[in-house]
Structures are given as C-alpha cells and as structure tokens.
C-alpha cells in the first residue's frame, strides 16, 4: 500500500475527517471507527486542525474533497463557516443545504452529493433522539432550552419535529432569545431570562456552559422538572447537579455526540447503526 502526506491512505473505503480548533479532544475518530465496526466498514477517520479563518477551512475541505475524502465533520468554530460555503456555493448551483442546517445557520456534516457539496446539521436530531433513547417522549411536552446561541439554534426545529407543546428558551441576554423566537415564528415558542421560567416543565436542556463557570444558578429554588439534559459531557455539570438534588432523571450529552454522529455516518455510508447497548 502506498501512502503519502499529500494522499489518503488507500486502503480504507471511506475516509473521513473532522475540522475544528482545537480539535485533539475530539472523540469523533474513535466513535466513527466503532459505528464501521459494527457494519463491517473499512473507514479511515482522522482530526483534522485548521486555522481560525474562512479561507484555511475552505482550502481544507477542498483539499480533502478533491483528494477523494468521501465526508467531513465540522465542530468549533466553523460550523457556521460550513453553512457560508454551501450557501455560496449553492448561487451556482454547486451547493446544497438541508433543512436543518439552513434552519440552523450552521453545518456540521459535510458530503458530496448529486455532485454538489451538500450541508446537513444532525445534531439537533441526534439530541432528540437520545432523549428518545432515555425513554423521553417529547410528544405533547413543555420544554425549556437554556441559551440562545448556535446549539439552541440546531435544536429548534428537532424539537418541533418532535411535536412539543411548548418550547420556552431562556436566555442570560433575553434580546438573544427573542431573535431566536422571532425567526422561528411558531406559536409554540416563548421566550424570557434565566430566572422567569413557566411552572411546569417536562423536559429542561442546557445548551449552555452556564454550569461551568461555578457562578451560582440563577434559577429559582422552586424551580423542578422530570428530565434535565446537560448537552456538555464529560465534564462535572452544576445544572444536572442543581436538578439531580430535586430527584430529576439527569443525562449529559454523550449520547448527543453518539446520535449525531451516527446520523452522519448514515448519510456518508447509507449504513444504519444500531446504537442500542452502544458503547464506544
Ligand atoms: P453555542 O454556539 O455553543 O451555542 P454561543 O453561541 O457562544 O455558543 O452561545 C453560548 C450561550 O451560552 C449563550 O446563550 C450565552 O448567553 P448570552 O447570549 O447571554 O451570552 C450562554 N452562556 C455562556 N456562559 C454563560 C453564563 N455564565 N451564564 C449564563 N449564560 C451563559
């Protein structure tokens, strides 16, 4: 076999990076390999760093693309660069975006598809999912999304989807959270700070490092509900820790990475992972 810097290794049938920076703590490699695995799929998966700028990301999915690179993950901070390059792209008619990730602004997986570089977000559906997963039915639930920034953004539509009866998103900058709920134009969303939650939640997600900072919560004493979800992982939470103490079922968001990931590698392969019992 022959291989070179300047060529994929030619012995694996697929072959996958992930953009991001920093990117040496991604588990997306190891988690790839696993879901190949399973489905008997001979994949070469590599991180992949890039400097922070548009054209670096560009000229690194480019590269990887004309090198035969078969899909592409994107984490922080190109997400939304991922976005801008297939929506230019998609002016000639070169570029594709799914729902989701036009939905969302952001992009985290790329392929190319029809011929087209195709943009796709999966990782509000690989959240909705791993609540599914946990036993969570969203049908006719009141949820609550805290922060407003991208990742509340991804997961919006999933939730809907989902049919939810309420999605309150709540915001430390509440002005944030309103744009949010003004693009959405569902009369199911509602929006507020961190302190003014409705009374009775069904299902609360943090798509904040608000628990991180080891600032006291600003959430009122009162305040409980049946499900929290911490879309971190891997690191202690204050928000599950504040909930678990109310005697909530509590998740982090391993599963999230798992799901969304799964999603992609089904859109890479046309393989679908089997991700009960998963462990990777
Ligand atoms: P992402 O793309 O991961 O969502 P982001 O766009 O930087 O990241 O958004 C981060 C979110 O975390 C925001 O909603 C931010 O609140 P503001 O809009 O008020 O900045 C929220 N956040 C971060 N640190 C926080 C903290 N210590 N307390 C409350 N909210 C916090």
Redesign the pocket.
């Known amino acids: 076999m022959h291989t070179s810097i300047l060529s994929l290794p030619t012995s694996a049938d697929y072959h996958f990076i992930v953009i991001g920076n920093p990117i040496a703590h991604s588990k997306s490699p190891e988690l790839h390999q696993s879901f190949a695995k399973q489905t008997g799929l001979n994949i070469h998966y590599a991180r992949q760093l890039c400097p922070n700028d548009f054209d670096s990301f560009v000229a690194v999915a480019a590269s990887f693309f004309n090198g035969g690179g078969t899909g592409l993950n994107i984490t922080v901070p190109f997400k939304e660069m991922a976005f801008e390059l297939c929506q230019t792209l998609s002016q000639t008619n070169q570029g594709n975006l799914s729902e989701y990730a036009l939905v969302a602004g952001a992009v985290n997986t790329l392929a190319i598809k029809d011929g087209k570089l195709y943009g796709d977000n999966t990782d509000g559906r690989g959240l909705v999912a791993d609540l599914r997963s946990k036993g969570v039915d969203l049908d006719s639930k009141n949820v609550v999304i805290l922060?407003?920034?991208?990742?509340?953004r991804g997961a919006i539509l999933p939730l809907l989807n989902a049919n939810v009866k309420s999605l309150h998103i709540a915001?430390?900058?509440v002005e944030?959270a309103e744009n949010l709920a003004k693009m959405f134009d569902d009369n199911r969303i509602t929006f507020s700070n961190?302190t003014d939650l409705p009374n009775n939640v069904d299902v609360i997600i943090n798509?904040?490092?608000?628990g991180l900072?080891g600032?006291k919560l600003p959430f009122n004493d009162d305040l409980t509900t049946d499900f929290a979800y911490d879309m971190m992982y891997g690191k202690p939470s204050a928000f599950l820790d504040f909930f678990k103490a109310k005697n909530a079922n509590i998740s982090d968001g391993l599963g999230m990475l798992v799901n969304q990931g799964a999603l992609s590698f089904e859109l890479w392969t046309g393989e679908k992972v089997n991700l009960t019992d998963f462990t990777f």
């Open positions: 922060g407003a920034g991208g990742a509340t915001n430390r900058t944030k961190l798509a904040t490092s608000i900072s600032e």
